[in-house]
């Protein structure tokens, strides 16, 4: 029989998210458990493993050979029918900058944590949360399969996309099918992949998202795709995208792919409420995936670091109520919502835009030079060449 636990702070998944949530709450002298449903930290790789840069050094993430593959100058942007726009990489997103070896990323994360004192227990799952007088207090739990109890002062859920901690606690998570991409990814080798860009390719070849290539050096690359899951039919509509692309592609066609993942992005708002009594959630079980690119790291990481300060905060204070916990709404919204939104209705407008336009924006973007990048410009080359296309790249922008 599993003994039942106690905690200051339990944290429920350890992704990125989780991770730094449970570094931050131990850093400032919490008592921190981390629990982990999968045998193995950061496997399987569910991801396009594309990061920027600038963030890390304000988390307190020390950029490592450990877990970086290489280092990309910028994006390359294809249009439907593959005219090309290239962007440097400080302009191009949270996508861009590294190419990691993602398991190797979070478990190091997960070694940070540990260092600062988190406690770490893998094969045990969340099957509920407990409850008292309205208040989160821990969760039921099962360990190898057999169930025990943990109680908390304060419960993250930081357990990521498919994210039950917030629906069990009552806090609204729906969301709607055109705010989530589907995706498949295959690491591949023996490919001919550029190791100076992250490209990205748009249009009818992945209805309502793209198809991306980030490079691992070596002929070795992450490729893969996501699409809107309401354009699409089927489980296995995202395979077939990319099996087409990658059969139109001869340096891809050649290629070998050594392991494929699937799985699934929110592209949406992020979540209206993420703290209730006694919990709080965070990354992506708090939508905070950029929708304009699907990019989720860097943002769970930054969000993690306020939650797991609030938390300790709280445990110092004994005062776990939702009041208290604004401290982190408050805080991760100041520093992501206004991009989140914009992203939205950015990629609400891209998603509209037709293969022809797209086609046309891109072409007008090549003679921009890159230091030269801003929206004016942007804008003015688009309009320099195609005046009737400006009216709906404006709104995008
Ligand atoms: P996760 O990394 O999903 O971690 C959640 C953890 O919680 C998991 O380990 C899970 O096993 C665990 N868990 C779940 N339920 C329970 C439970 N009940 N009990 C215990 N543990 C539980 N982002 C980028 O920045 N760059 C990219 O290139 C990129 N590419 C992507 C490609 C794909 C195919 C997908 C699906 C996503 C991609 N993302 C990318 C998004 C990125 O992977 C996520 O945003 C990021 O992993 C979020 O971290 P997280 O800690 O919130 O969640």
């Not at 309205?134 to 357990?159: C, L, M, N, Q, S």
């Not at 929110?266 to 990354?283: E, F, H, R, Y």
């Amino acid at each position: 029989m599993v003994e039942n636990l106690r905690t200051d702070v339990l944290v429920v998944g350890a992704g990125p998210a989780g991770s730094m949530t449970a570094k931050w709450a131990a850093k400032h002298g919490a008592k921190v458990l981390m629990i982990e449903k999968r045998q193995e930290i950061g496997s399987p790789v569910r991801c396009g493993e594309g990061m920027s840069k600038d963030w890390l050094k304000d988390v307190g993430i020390t950029p490592s050979s450990r877990w970086i593959n290489l280092e990309v100058e910028g994006a390359r942007i294809y249009s439907p029918s593959e005219k090309v726009f290239e962007i440097n990489e400080k302009s191009a997103g949270n996508e861009v900058g590294y190419v990691v070896e993602r398991d190797a990323f979070d478990k190091q994360l997960a070694i940070d944590a540990a260092n600062a004192g988190v406690d770490v227990i893998l094969k045990t799952a969340a099957t509920n949360v407990l409850k008292e007088n309205g208040k989160i207090v821990g969760v039921r739990a099962k360990r190898f399969g057999e169930p025990f109890e943990i109680r908390a002062k304060v419960t993250i859920g930081a357990d990521g996309f498919e994210s039950q901690v917030g629906r069990w606690a009552g806090i609204p998570t729906n969301i709607a099918t055109r705010d989530m991409d589907t995706c498949i990814q295959y690491r591949m080798t023996n490919v001919d992949c550029d190791t100076r860009y992250c490209d990205f390719y748009l249009g009818k070849v992945a209805p309502g998202g793209y198809v991306w290539v980030f490079p691992k050096g070596d002929g070795l690359a992450n490729v893969g795709i996501g699409v809107q899951l309401s354009k699409v039919e089927g489980i296995a509509a995202p395979r077939k995208f990319l099996d087409d692309w990658i059969a139109k592609h001869p340096g891809y066609a050649k290629g070998k792919t050594i392991d494929v993942v699937g799985g699934g992005v929110s592209i949406s708002p992020p979540l209206k409420q993420t703290v209730a009594d006694g919990i709080m959630l965070v990354g992506d079980a708090a939508r905070m995936i950029d929708p304009l690119t699907g990019g989720g790291i860097a943002n769970g990481c930054i969000a993690g670091k306020i939650c797991g300060e609030v938390a300790a905060n709280a445990v110092h204070a004994d005062m776990v109520s939702k009041e208290f916990l604004q401290a982190y709404e408050k805080g991760w919204r100041a520093k992501l919502e206004e991009k989140l939104y914009r992203n939205w209705l950015a990629k609400e407008k891209l998603c509209s835009i037709s293969d022809e336009t797209f086609d046309k924006v891109i072409d007008a973007l090549q003679d921009v030079k890159l230091q030269k990048l801003n929206v004016h410009n942007i804008l003015k080359a688009v309009r320099d060449k195609y005046p009737e296309v400006t009216r709906d790249f404006e709104a995008f922008l």
